[in-house]
């Protein structure tokens, strides 16, 4: 065998493997399974809204889930509401129910202890949008135009809440291509679309993950949330060959830090947005969903290390 048939090997002894997809349905399908439960849960969000406004599903005799992404109501019963855009109007002085503050706290608890980014790739419906983008630049190999800080975001974050204070306005909510996007799709198609098509063209001419990697203060406003969440992607360093397939496929690589997340067991960034994209990939099993008490509590074993079955070239 030549040098340059002869596999890489890694740090802990293991051959260097790629991914492969597998060749059957069945396993495509595997492979695929956090993508298709992102798109089953986007869409049944939106079916949602769409159904309780126009063929008026029930619950209860209550309105199944009414209202927007904004400020919703489940049955009548449990009220909903988007903590960031609760935050910029208390800072327009404005005063708000109880219901809505309610609404926002039971919002903010949940993505915190989920994972705050998980509303960017589980229910933004913009997400399909820049995933599709981000497809059509793989499909036709395009570069990026432009380079932008993926910090930039936590400066839009913090200028929209200054806007809204100075102004007396929830400055992002006017601009805001999420709400655009959800009311297009659930009250009727106008203007608003444009918006979504300049963010769609951003994304798949000018820079990859534009948008909601480098761009939106939602999803930084989350990754701050998120930091303490207990869902998280666990890391097994000891079947870590560091392939780089996870890097490749994942729409905030800088999150995978593998020398940080060998020290702690998983990935420790609110930046994480829990997509799911890393774990089929991985040749060797080394990602993971898991709960972070669960993560610690395993780290503290000894380990077994046992051969993937994972298929790989």
């Not at 209550?62 to 449990?78: R, Y």
């Not at 949940?110 to 980014?117: D, E, S, T, V």
């Not at 060959?241 to 890097?247: A, D, F, K, V, W």
Request: aromatic fraction near 10%; glycine fraction near 8%.
């Amino acid at each position: 065998m030549s040098a340059e048939q002869t596999p890489r090997t890694a740090p802990n002894g293991r051959p260097v493997r790629l991914y492969r997809l597998p060749d059957s349905l069945s396993g495509k399908l595997w492979a695929w399974r956090y993508l298709i439960l992102r798109r089953v849960t986007q869409f049944s969000v939106l079916l949602l809204f769409f159904a309780t406004a126009h063929w008026a599903w029930t619950l209860l005799d209550e309105p199944l889930l009414s209202g927007n992404l904004s400020s919703s109501s489940v049955v009548g019963l449990i009220p909903l509401a988007d903590p960031f855009a609760v935050l910029q109007i208390l800072l327009t002085r404005h005063l708000l129910s109880t219901e809505v503050l309610i609404g926002a706290a039971i919002v903010l608890v949940f993505y915190a202890l989920i994972g705050g980014r998980v509303f960017c790739s589980w229910v933004c419906p913009v997400n399909v949008v820049t995933d599709f983008a981000g497809w059509l630049r793989d499909r036709f190999d395009l570069g990026n135009a432009l380079h932008l800080n993926r910090n930039l975001r936590y400066f839009v974050l913090v200028l929209a809440l200054v806007l809204s204070l100075i102004t007396g306005l929830a400055a992002f909510e006017w601009v805001s291509p999420i709400a655009m996007l959800h009311r297009e799709l659930i009250f009727g198609i106008g203007m608003g679309l444009i918006g979504v098509a300049g963010i769609f063209l951003f994304d798949l001419m000018v820079l990859r993950h534009g948008w909601c990697g480098h761009l939106c203060p939602l999803g930084a406003f989350y990754a701050v949330v998120g930091k303490a969440a207990q869902l998280r992607v666990r890391f097994d360093e000891s079947t870590c060959t560091r392939c780089g397939e996870c890097i490749r496929v994942c729409p905030e690589p800088q999150v995978l830090n593998l020398n940080q997340a060998a020290e702690r067991g998983l990935v420790t960034s609110g930046e994480c947005t829990n997509c799911g994209r890393c774990v089929p990939i991985c040749p060797e099993d080394s990602l993971s969903f898991d709960l972070r008490p669960l993560i610690a509590r395993h780290n503290q074993r000894p380990h077994v290390t046992e051969p993937s079955a994972r298929r790989t070239t």
